[in-house]
């Protein structure tokens, strides 16, 4: 098993990116997550990795932190969520949010996420739920995370709003978090949110 490489950043072309290790060059693919915090190509670089076999090919899948691999190793256990669904979830929201989604039971904003349809969405709420507790390492200690309590909904609903037309989850979670204040509606929520963003 192939859990972690340390490198040279070569080249990124999403969803792939090649690492060079002591002279090998490991292509690994990555959530867009990944690609958004990339250094530039020549730089050094740590990834967390999960390694594939199957029968047609051999695959390395690479991820920022432990919590995001963890994360990703249970979502492919999940029924009818392999790698590359699972590549696209964590593409489409980012892991905090993911597993705030899930501690919510907020199958609702799960939906949002491309890829994801209604019973995926269910089932990912319902089996995920035992296995979030057993995951190291878990969201609040990743940087710059919201949180989002059943209280906030206005706020929840700002942020999925933002994330629906079209901006990357850590991005809406900081334009609410700047503007959100207490008593706001979400359409509130959103309009602030929205010109802090256009600035």
Avoid at 37 to 58: I, K, M, S, Y
């Amino acid at each position: 098993m192939i859990g972690q490489l340390r490198g040279t950043l070569l080249e990124k072309r999403p969803p792939v990116l090649l690492l060079d290790v002591n002279g090998v060059g490991y292509e690994v693919e990555a959530p867009m997550t990944v690609f958004y915090e990339l250094p530039e190509t020549g730089q050094p670089l740590t990834l967390h990795t999960h390694f594939v076999v199957r029968e047609d090919a051999q695959l390395l899948y690479g991820f920022s932190s432990r919590y995001e691999r963890e994360l990703f190793r249970a979502l492919i256990k999940v029924n009818g969520v392999g790698p590359k669904m699972g590549l696209a979830i964590l593409s489409g929201i980012e892991a905090d949010r993911l597993a705030q989604c899930i501690q919510d039971q907020d199958s609702g904003t799960l939906v949002k996420v491309p890829g994801i349809g209604k019973k995926t969405a269910e089932r990912l709420v319902i089996e995920m739920s035992d296995r979030m507790d057993k995951i190291d390492g878990g969201p609040a200690s990743l940087p710059g995370r919201l949180s989002l309590t059943p209280d906030d909904d206005a706020r929840s609903d700002a942020i999925a709003a933002l994330e629906a037309l079209g901006y990357r989850s850590k991005d809406a979670v900081a334009a609410v978090s700047k503007v959100a204040e207490e008593g706001a509606t979400s359409e509130q929520i959103i309009r602030m949110a929205l010109k802090n963003l256009a600035r």
